[in-house]
């Protein structure tokens, strides 16, 4: 069973920038970026296929992050600039297995909170 470890949430002042990482412990067709804040339903930020590269983004993120993935260390990221404070949330790394499956790996989450 795959395994993905999340790093790089933290606090930071609105304008600001984070990276998160997410380290897969094998082979996956497909992974993003979800993110939850509290008292609101988890949403997608970013995905990526792993094999040809091509990314996706929300609209209220287009522009200021850009998610990336390091094949040869097995790990993802998430470049975060320009952050506002309504980016505070979980943020979960996610992926798939194969092409027919859905994103059901999941990290653990890490915090980011941005203060104005």
């Known amino acids: 069973q795959v395994q993905l470890v999340e790093s790089g949430g933290g606090s930071v002042q609105a304008g600001g920038s984070l990276r998160l990482s997410c380290a897969a412990s094998?082979?996956?067709?497909?992974a993003g970026w979800f993110r939850q804040a509290p008292g609101k339903e988890r949403e997608v930020v970013a995905t990526i296929r792993t094999g040809t590269g091509s990314t996706s983004y929300a609209d209220s993120v287009t522009g200021r992050f850009t998610i990336s993935q390091d094949n040869a260390k097995n790990t993802l990221y998430l470049q975060m600039n320009s952050l506002k404070p309504e980016d505070t949330a979980m943020y979960y790394c996610?992926?798939?297995?194969?092409?027919?499956?859905?994103?059901?790996?999941w990290g653990q989450g890490t915090q980011v909170t941005v203060s104005s």
């Open positions: 996610a992926a798939a297995r194969f092409s027919w499956s859905p994103f059901n790996i």
């Open positions: 094998g082979y996956i067709f497909s």
